[in-house]
């Protein structure tokens, strides 16, 4: 066997492999022997069919079988042993010449590699990396006030309709003119909701037990599903009922938000968790303080990308081997998805070479206890999303593990992970620029970027 293995500009590799008979035969003859134990050929007992015929019937594929394994596990270890920073998977070369495996010959493979570039991506004391403070004042306390509000909120009964208010109808509702027409009881409408003005004035200051006449498809023109979902009916059938209906009013409710008060705070934050508005006002800070430093440590990668790749500069790619490669990855996708994607495909790639050398130097690496971490935020992420922040610690557990038994969840959650971890270790190395800013300006800040 000999391998031989040529990249003169550093990142375009071929590789050529000459299997000789003696290298696979020994293989092949094991492996037939088992076949001819196993083989079950009429006239013959099994075991005993002549191995003449075996290797008439088998040879060929088994010697092609042999032969593949034995070049996955050559190739392979050839680019381990010699510290070959491969991208993708080996293509079969387009120099490749026909193969016989009928004959004795020996066997010439050859392989296109796509190396990785070689460069030095480090940082020290002297990069200077921007670091964003996001400030909590008393507006965005006031908004996270307010929702808590609204979310332990509740429904009075009043007598009169206000359109000012979130108030919610419920009435019969029933077609005008139509014999055997539709009507449902107990149908919901909020008309601050209605698309059309005509259509939404007609419930201005109605009160208890008036009848509004009114046109649900011309009250909701874009939207059929709103329609339908009224009046209980197939989407698909709204456009036989377009005339005008009633609505007698039999129950108006009006939303009330919730008081600031102990069972606002213990509703939020736990029981005896927090004992006046001030410490309330303090909490939510807090929380937001948390959620924005996960904001101002993912700005600050961004930057380091930005630094990092501007240090390092541009890298030279195999392009042609790495269109292939991404090709074979898309089959279905075609060349055009390939070149339409091609170029944030390589920026992506330099990142990741850029990331997994600071992640080498940093000594990072992931344990389980890790992840478990990540996996217990993002489910407390989650939950924050709706405005539930005292989730119990053994059932964000639970949540976790549900989450880390899925595959799909876990390539994300080590990537998370990996970019805590970095986050965290590169923000004691590099010189932080720190900037107070506000969280509309730093939102403004993302969308620009």
């Avoid at 920026?347 to 389980?368: C, R, T, Y």
């Amino acid at each position: 066997m000999n391998i031989q293995f040529e990249a003169p500009d550093k990142v375009n590799g071929l590789m050529t492999i000459t299997l000789e008979t003696a290298d696979y035969q020994p293989e092949v003859e094991k492996t037939l022997k088992d076949y001819r134990k196993r083989a079950q050929i009429p006239g013959f007992r099994p075991g005993q069919a002549p191995m003449g015929m075996i290797k008439r019937q088998f040879g060929t594929s088994v010697k092609v079988d042999v032969v593949n394994k034995m070049l996955g596990e050559k190739l392979y270890g050839y680019v381990q042993d010699n510290k070959i920073h491969m991208l993708g998977e080996p293509l079969p070369s387009e120099q490749q010449a026909q193969l016989d495996f009928e004959s004795d010959q020996p066997l010439v493979f050859k392989f296109d590699i796509a190396v990785a570039p070689e460069f030095e991506a480090k940082l020290s004391g002297k990069d200077k990396v921007p670091f964003y403070n996001i400030t909590v004042d008393d507006k965005l306390i006031d908004q996270q006030v307010e929702m808590y509000q609204s979310r332990a909120g509740h429904y009075d009964k009043v007598e009169t309709f206000d359109p000012e208010q979130r108030d919610m109808l419920k009435g019969d509702l029933r077609e005008v003119g139509v014999e055997g027409g539709i009507e449902v009881a107990d149908a919901v409408l909020m008309p601050q909701y209605i698309k059309v003005e005509d259509q939404k004035k007609l419930f201005d200051g109605c009160k208890l037990g008036d009848i509004i006449t009114w046109n649900p498809r011309k009250a909701y023109p874009e939207s059929d599903v709103e329609v339908a979902a009224m009046m209980k009916i197939d989407k698909e059938k709204v456009g036989e009922h377009t005339g005008d209906f009633t609505f007698q009013i039999t129950e108006i409710s009006r939303f009330v938000k919730a008081e600031i008060n102990k069972e606002l705070f213990d509703q939020t934050f736990g029981e005896g968790t927090v004992k006046d508005e001030k410490e309330f006002r303090q909490k939510i800070a807090d929380q937001i303080a948390t959620q924005f430093k996960a904001d101002s440590d993912y700005k600050f990668l961004l930057d380091v990308r930005a630094h990092m790749e501007k240090k390092v500069g541009k890298l030279e790619f195999p392009e042609a081997i790495l269109k292939r490669v991404m090709l074979n990855n898309n089959k279905d996708k075609g060349a055009d998805f390939v070149e339409k994607n091609f170029e944030a495909s390589i920026k992506e790639l330099a990142w990741h070479l850029m990331k997994e050398q600071l992640v080498s130097a940093q000594g990072i690496k992931i344990e389980d206890a890790d992840l478990k971490e990540t996996a217990k935020e993002a489910a407390r992420a989650q939950f924050a999303q709706y405005g539930m922040s005292n989730i119990p610690d053994d059932y964000l557990e639970n949540y976790a593990q549900e989450m880390l038994k899925k595959r799909e969840n876990v390539d994300g959650l080590v990537d998370r992970a990996v970019d805590v971890k970095l986050t965290a270790a590169l923000k004691n190395v590099v010189k932080l620029d720190e900037k107070e800013i506000s969280l509309e300006d730093f939102q403004k800040m993302l969308q620009e970027k």
